[in-house]
């Protein structure tokens, strides 16, 4: 029988781990990416020696890729190590840092003389969590729906006792266990991981706290996180999976129900039995397929993450005083995460995270140096248009870093690569440079969210952030089981 073929549109972690599960089940797959190269937002910038994640610099639920890979008939193509601690939280005008362990009793003796019964709270805590985790990871997360009907049937299957849940809040669940704001703080962080703030997160995702603290915590890969697209594209090149760059898919033609070809920028046009869409689900409906669901106004109605001001900084010393991953946050928790969706000039200072990915890869800096990655939540382009403030506003970071480890990074840096939200819509698509795509609304998950599969186009599918399950490495991942399993289903219906 011939092998049907698929044309991929995109190589993000969603796109490329798609093309070698259909490269494995025998499908003759073809990538055609927008950029000069592969893994979207897990992306590397190599620039004046230093090597620097572009994006996600470590990863949780370490076990989907372990599937993955099984899955594929293949050894994980890149080597993780679990990080402990998992990162160190720092508050503005306190000089404590805070090191944040997956070890109980480590992580508590951080809250001695601050927080009274912590580990008794946190095991209460953490019991609720793996408790939303286990009742919903295989009905909501990890399940294909036919239709919202379908989608709700499912819902009414998971524990009612959640049910309460759904109308807090991640703060007031993270409150109604904790008295002190450092132990709110810390523990609710993990919201700002969905691109939004603890304030706007349903308390649903306190499974998180689950993932990150208990279940399996969280993951380097050795080299630097890029290693994991690099060891996916040996793995594509040894199945015989082509990749097109500098494509970029900008309309499709059709005949009755299903996609005939997709034409880039330049006219060139590709063929295919099957299409699976790694851009944005969301955009490539609105801008490509026009679909009137997906107006630009509509779009601008739907519930996007926030931007991501992100820097790449090398400096030529080293800083041994400064951990893996770390956080710096200001005195104002609360009003900062109420302002920082809309407006950061009303905030005190900037919160950031700060990696250091030469800490543990030396290959990632020239000797003596160190290559510094900055991420800092801002607006989207929804809400701030001009980024002309850019500059100031890393040099204002940069002064507050130095401030906080005691030594002024400013006169040693020999590296510096700043991406606004604009920098991030124009290189992936991303809508407004929202970093993580739609938000993880309840309107917006499971069967609420685009769905993997064209409601149009019978041979067309989607996978990555903005369809389902997610946002996330390990979303993406099983988005691409997802995605797959809909192609598969396809082919055997159409022969
Ligand atoms: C700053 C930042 C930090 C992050 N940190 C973490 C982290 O630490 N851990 C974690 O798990 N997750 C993290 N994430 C989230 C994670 O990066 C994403 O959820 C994930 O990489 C999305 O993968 P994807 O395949 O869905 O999409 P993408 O990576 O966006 O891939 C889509 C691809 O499609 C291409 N494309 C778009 N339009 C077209 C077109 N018309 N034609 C052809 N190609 C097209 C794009 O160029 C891109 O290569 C972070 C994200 C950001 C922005």
Avoid at 241 to 261: A, F, L, P, R
Avoid at 282 to 307: H, I, N, P
Avoid at 351 to 378: I, R, T
Wanted: aromatic content about 14%; overall charge neutral; proline content about 3%.
């Amino acid at each position: 029988m011939q092998k049907k073929s698929v044309v991929i549109i995109g190589a993000g972690l969603g796109g490329i781990s798609t093309a070698l599960r259909l490269a494995k089940q025998g499908y003759s797959v073809q990538i055609l990416e927008k950029n000069a190269q592969a893994g979207g937002r897990l992306n590397q910038i190599k620039k004046d020696g230093f090597t620097f994640d572009a994006g996600p610099s470590f990863f949780s639920m370490s076990y989907e890729f372990e599937a993955f890979a099984r899955e594929c008939n293949i050894s994980i193509p890149f080597d993780f190590i679990e990080l402990d601690p998992l990162y160190t939280v720092h508050f503005a005008g306190n000089d404590k840092i805070w090191q944040i362990h997956k070890n109980p009793q480590l992580f508590a003796q951080q809250f001695e003389g601050i927080e009274a019964d912590f580990e008794k709270k946190f095991e209460a805590y953490i019991a609720e969590c793996s408790s939303i985790f286990h009742d919903t990871i295989d009905i909501v997360i990890k399940h294909n729906f036919s239709s919202k009907f379908a989608y709700f049937i499912e819902l009414a299957k998971v524990n009612p006792y959640h049910i309460p849940k759904l109308f807090r809040t991640f703060w007031q669940q993270v409150s109604k266990h904790f008295t002190s704001q450092e132990a709110r703080q810390i523990i609710s962080l993990v919201a700002f991981f969905l691109g939004k703030t603890p304030f706007d997160t349903s308390s649903i995702y306190t499974l998180l706290s689950y993932t990150e603290f208990k279940h399996d915590g969280y993951y380097n890969v050795q080299g630097g996180m890029y290693q994991i697209v690099i060891g996916i594209l040996r793995e594509l090149d040894k199945a015989n999976v082509n990749i097109q760059y500098n494509t970029e898919i900008t309309k499709v033609e059709y005949i009755g129900n299903k996609i005939s070809s997709v034409t880039d920028k330049q006219g060139i046009t590709y063929t295919a039995d099957i299409f699976v869409v790694n851009a944005d689900a969301a955009v490539f409906r609105g801008k490509v397929l026009q679909r009137k669901a997906y107006s630009e106004k509509k779009l601008a109605r739907k519930d996007w993450t926030m931007g991501y001001l992100t820097f790449y900084i090398g400096i030529n010393t080293t800083l041994p005083q400064v951990h893996h991953h770390n956080y710096f946050l200001g005195r104002n928790y609360k009003e900062y995460s109420n302002h920082v969706l809309e407006d950061i000039s009303t905030s005190e200072k900037p919160y950031y995270y700060v990696n250091v990915v030469s800490k543990y890869n030396k290959e990632c800096a020239p000797e003596g140096c160190e290559s510094l990655f900055f991420v800092c939540p801002v607006p989207n382009l929804l809400n701030k248009q001009s980024w002309d403030d850019a500059e100031e506003i890393v040099t204002g970071i940069l002064q507050d870093f130095s401030k906080r480890i005691g030594q002024d990074i400013i006169p040693l840096i020999v590296s510096k690569t700043i991406c606004t939200p604009a920098n991030w819509e124009q290189q992936y698509n991303l809508y407004k440079g929202s970093g993580l795509g739609l938000s993880h609304a309840i309107k917006q998950i499971g069967g609420l969210r685009p769905r993997n599969y064209d409601e149009v186009f019978k041979n067309m599918f989607y996978v990555g952030a903005s369809t389902v399950p997610g946002a996330g490495l390990p979303m993406a991942i099983i988005s691409s089981k997802l995605a797959t399993e809909r192609v598969v289903e396809y082919s055997k219906k159409n022969g």
